[in-house]
């Protein structure tokens, strides 16, 4: 076990000015952002969480992630980056889930500084309770004690901002973080106004480069943040699942309205589409060759 992707995803780290990645919720997501030529696929709790119809709090379990994540490596060429959330527990789950990972061939995670069980970040109102820090810097030490691979990447994420503890607090745990062993501090924010990322941003003088997720700042495209020039990852998080929903149920009111398929049939994918998206060629060439 070698956990190749690791290394992948290491080398598009260190050679690129930064990578991007899209959060998928299922292997037919990641497949679809493989191919839309994107760098790698952010296996997100949220949008996990959300194709079970259920909230982004902890209620699936790690071995369920886990094997979602390992669904979407599997379907793609591409690394994962898997979204950890709490790491499902204390050092000691974090230890587990890491051994996990790597045997499926997932090439780096994310753990973030919630308190288990968490609470989703951009929700109004949301339960953001944050673990001391000094035990969350146990959990990324765990991680990287643990890794087989030394290419492995840890992410460290740390909700400071989302849970308004201000740009002091959320130096001091990202500076912890950073000296704890990670390999990149992810930085998230639910302002509307890009302002607390961009001071962040340039108050972060550690040589560990930065995450960034643009949901609720979506002013804050790729050129503007390559110019800040200490965040290498940026992660478009849930825009696909998003997209789904709204054509879902654009389709379906259609159907119910005119009482059959005909009206709806040009604007949906073809299933020319969907038997290329299943590799179908690939099989029937095995067809061939083998039966
Ligand atoms: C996810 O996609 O699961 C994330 C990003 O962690 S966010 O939902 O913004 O917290
Ligand atoms: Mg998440």
């Known amino acids: 076990m070698t956990n190749e992707k690791a290394t992948v995803f290491k080398n598009l780290l260190l050679s690129r000015p930064y990578i991007t990645g899209v959060g998928a919720r299922d292997a037919l997501e990641a497949k679809m952002i493989g191919r839309a030529g994107f760098d790698f696929v952010w296996a997100s709790g949220f949008c996990v ?13 790690m071995k369920h992630f886990v094997e979602e994540a390992r669904a979407m490596n599997e379907a793609v060429t591409i690394p994962i980056l898997f979204d950890g959330d ?5 050092a000691v789950n974090v230890i587990y889930l890491t051994r996990i990972l790597e045997e499926a061939g997932i090439a780096a995670m994310c753990l973030e500084d919630k308190r288990f069980p968490k609470d989703t970040s951009l929700l109004a109102g949301g339960r953001q309770e944050l673990l001391d820090p000094t035990e969350f810097a146990g959990k990324i030490k765990a991680a990287k004690d643990t890794q087989k691979n030394e290419d492995f990447t840890v992410v460290a994420r740390t909700e400071a901002l989302i849970a308004g503890m201000g740009q ?3 130096i001091k745990r990202a500076t912890l973080y950073a000296e704890a062993g990670a390999d990149c501090i992810f930085i998230h924010s639910k302002s509307k106004a890009p302002d607390e990322i961009i001071e962040f ?17 979506p002013d ?11 965040v290498k990852v940026i992660i478009y998080a849930n825009q696909v699942l998003r997209a789904a929903v709204k054509a879902s149920q654009e389709v379906l009111a259609e159907i119910k309205r005119s ?4 009206k709806v049939e040009d604007t949906i994918a073809s299933l020319d589409e969907i038997f290329d998206l299943q590799d179908i060629k690939q099989m029937k060439e095995n067809e061939r060759k083998y039966t």
């Open 86 to 90: 709490t790491g499902y527990g204390n």
């Open 49 to 61: 969480s959300a194709s079970y119809g259920l909230p982004d709090a902890s209620i699936l379990s």
């Open 220 to 230: 804050l495209t790729e050129d503007k943040i390559e110019a800040l020039g200490k």
């Open 168 to 170: 002091e607090e959320a």
């Open 259 to 262: 009482k059959g398929v005909k």
């Open 201 to 217: 941003v340039n108050s972060w003088k550690s040589p560990v480069p930065l995450v960034l997720v643009p949901t609720s700042y």
